[in-house]
């Protein structure tokens, strides 16, 4: 069972930043894909951000690109999502989860474990 507790939301003004975190209670070491997802109120839940760490590569949603990066500090068991150039779309929950991204096959997965997401709001 894995435990995934997110921290780092907050309030910001537009073209601000945040750093998001995602603590497992358990060695991340031997989680391949770990990710961010967020959800609106009455949208779907959206990948925002994901990580291989046996590929070595991340992937992020077209929204994210170029403001948004993802990082994975095994040693601390920890995922982050900073957020750079922030907009008032992005205001929204976001959730750690896990697995997140494509499986060798390149076929998304699903994820088994969620945090309990952490509110982000931008103001315009």
């Known amino acids: 069972q894995v435990h995934l507790e997110e921290s780092g939301g907050g309030v910001v003004q537009a073209g601000g930043s945040l750093r998001l975190s995602c603590t497992a209670n358990?060695?991340?070491?031997?989680?391949?894909?770990m990710g961010w997802y967020r959800q609106t109120a009455g949208e779907q839940r959206e990948m925002v951000a994901s990580?291989?760490?046996?590929?070595?590569?991340?992937d992020y949603a077209d929204s994210a690109k170029g403001r948004f990066t993802i990082s994975r500090d095994d040693a601390k068991n920890t995922v982050y999502l900073q957020m750079d150039n922030l907009k008032p779309e992005d205001t929204s929950i976001y959730y750690c989860?896990?697995?997140?991204?494509?499986?060798?096959?390149?076929?998304?997965?699903?994820?088994?474990?969620w945090g309990q997401g952490t509110q982000v709001t931008v103001s315009s």
């Open positions: 358990l060695s991340i070491r031997t989680i391949n894909h």
């Open positions: 989860a896990v697995p997140v991204g494509v499986d060798d096959s390149d076929v998304d997965l699903v994820p088994d474990f």
């Open positions: 990580v291989s760490a046996m590929r070595g590569t991340t």
